[in-house]
């Protein structure tokens, strides 16, 4: 019976945090109530992103890092579900490899003590366990700027002060510069509230998400990852806080 569990668990691509051990993988799908799915490590401790990481760098280092040491493994073997390619390696300012995940540095939390443990979710409001789906919408932290929401590959997301709420008035040659955002799953941070998010319908007849009814967008100057470019532009495009009142 527990032979035929594991391998439905496995064959499904998810292995619960007491199982890790009899797993050959070194990155695992667990579950938990309160948390859906999460990416773990092969021994079922749980992997996290930090919100000032939104350009694909780490900024956590000193004392930071004890408190969340780094992730690294040389090969990625990953169960059904996991795309091996979305992970990657960077070589840190301290000349160390660091793991990633679809451009986000991991790391563990010194306080998860055995598998399944996830006591750094949430914290301060930059420390998110690795969402599975991957996030759709994410929290980045920049200095000068503050928290300011992006999509899960880092790039950011604006909002217009000429629209109203559940209304888009950026048409035609404004979309090329700043098109619409939207995502058909919603995966967002413990720390968001999902009533915050809606969908509107365009003036095109196209979806875009909304944030406490203000329309999302991108900018098109913003190269890469991390880049705020659209911020403050002509004094009716920002960045989105949202933790904001």
Not at 121 to 150: A, D, H, Q, R, S
């Amino acid at each position: 019976m527990r032979k035929t569990v594991l391998l439905t668990i496995l064959l499904l691509g998810v292995i619960s945090p007491l199982m890790a051990g009899h797993s050959k993988y070194t990155v695992l799908i667990a579950h938990k109530n309160n948390i859906g799915f999460y990416l773990t490590d092969g021994n079922g401790m749980t992997l996290y992103i930090f919100s000032k990481d939104v350009d694909g760098e780490s900024y956590c280092s000193g004392g930071c890092l004890e408190k969340w040491p780094i992730f690294y493994t040389e090969k990625i073997v990953a169960p059904p579900g996991l795309n091996p390619a979305d992970f990657g390696t960077i070589t840190r300012a301290d000349g160390k490899k660091q793991t990633t995940y679809k451009g986000w540095p991991l790391y563990y939390f010194f306080k998860d003590q055995k598998p399944g443990d996830t006591k750094g979710e949430g914290v301060k409001n930059v420390w998110y366990v690795v969402k599975y789906p991957f996030y759709t919408v994410m929290v980045g932290v920049k200095k000068g700027i503050g928290p300011y929401l992006v999509d899960g590959e880092g790039k950011t997301l604006y909002y217009f002060t000429k629209d109203s709420p559940g209304k888009s008035v950026c048409t035609d040659g404004c979309l090329v510069k700043w098109p619409a955002f939207y995502a058909e799953q919603l995966v967002i941070p413990s720390t968001l509230s999902r009533s915050d998010f809606t969908v509107i319908k365009r003036p095109d007849g196209k979806p875009q998400l909304a944030f406490r009814g203000m329309p999302l967008y991108y900018f098109f100057k913003d190269a890469k990852r991390g880049d705020t470019n659209g911020q403050g532009k002509k004094g009716v495009w920002f960045v989105v806080n949202p933790f904001s009142k």
